[in-house]
């Protein structure tokens, strides 16, 4: 067996934290513009937003990548000519003309409307004022298929106004990550903070499914560069800082 075909926990880990930290970096981007855009808006609106948005959304979700979704999603009341606001494009088959943008109901009395500050991907990131990673779970809101969900929120004058992020879908994902996973010594799966499969090497773990292990919860929390080993064997690697966990040997 080669090297390559033989890598280490560590350097699994690690490539699935590069690939992560690929679209953390992206997000990171778009917040910063957002949030010096918006320092300048003394009543910030969509008019003034969304074609700051589309620029890097639209681009973002062109062609080979492994982003689906992008796009900025307002707090309420945050902008003068809209009390509810989604600003997010997705992709279609890779070319631009395929790109359109999400279609959304922003009027509360409508029957289909719907709080988005009730979902995890918002909900974690406004109360800790931090970016989270989200999923995989079935998102009924843009592609109706598993996706894992990044977002980070924006703020300008010390006020929340909204939240930027991406959303990739976990086939892609799979895709990206499986070779790699595939490349070490031993079975892997890769989990998110909740303990609930991103992608496995073992086809019974289905993305969003709860890898359940004796200790595993706490080892995930606990993270840390150097491996964890659970009673069964098991041993658990934190990918860098993006809350997800390498899973190996069982």
């Known amino acids: 067996m080669t090297a390559a075909t033989n890598r280490s926990q560590v350097e699994v880990a690690a490539h699935v934290a590069a690939t992560i930290d690929g679209i953390f970096a ?17 009543a910030p609106s969509a008019a003034s937003l969304d074609p700051v948005v589309e620029g890097f959304a ?13 796009g900025f999603v307002a707090a309420p009341d945050a902008l003068s000519d809209a009390a509810w606001h989604l600003a997010w494009w997705l ?11 999400l279609a959304t109901i922003d009027d509360p009395s409508h029957e289909q409307f719907r709080d988005y500050t009730a979902l995890e991907w918002w909900r974690v990131p406004a109360a800790t004022g931090a970016r989270h990673l989200t999923g995989p779970y079935v998102d009924y809101v843009c592609t ?13 004058r010390g006020r929340l106004l909204g939240l930027v992020g991406a959303d990739a879908l976990v086939d892609r994902l ?26 496995s090497t073992d086809a019974r773990r289905e993305p969003g499914s709860i890898l359940r292990v004796e200790g595993l919860a706490e080892a995930v929390r606990t993270g840390g560069t150097v491996p964890l080993v659970l009673r069964d064997g098991a041993s658990v690697l934190a990918c860098g800082d993006t809350s997800l966990a390498l899973v190996v040997g069982i």
Not at 144 to 151: E, K, L, P, S
Not at 183 to 195: D, E, L
């Open 26 to 42: 992206m997000i990171d981007s778009w917040k910063a513009l957002l949030e010096a855009r918006l320092a300048t808006l003394d």
């Open 58 to 70: 639209v681009e973002a979700v062109n062609g080979d990548t492994l982003l689906t979704g992008a």
């Open 91 to 101: 992709s279609g088959s890779g070319s631009a003309r395929d790109v359109r943008r």
């Open 144 to 156: 109706d298929d598993y996706t894992v969900t990044i977002t980070a929120p924006v703020v300008a």
């Open 174 to 199: 799979e895709r990206e990550l499986l070779r790699v996973l595939r490349s070490g010594a031993m079975p892997a799966t890769v989990v998110n903070a909740s303990c609930r499969v991103v992608t």
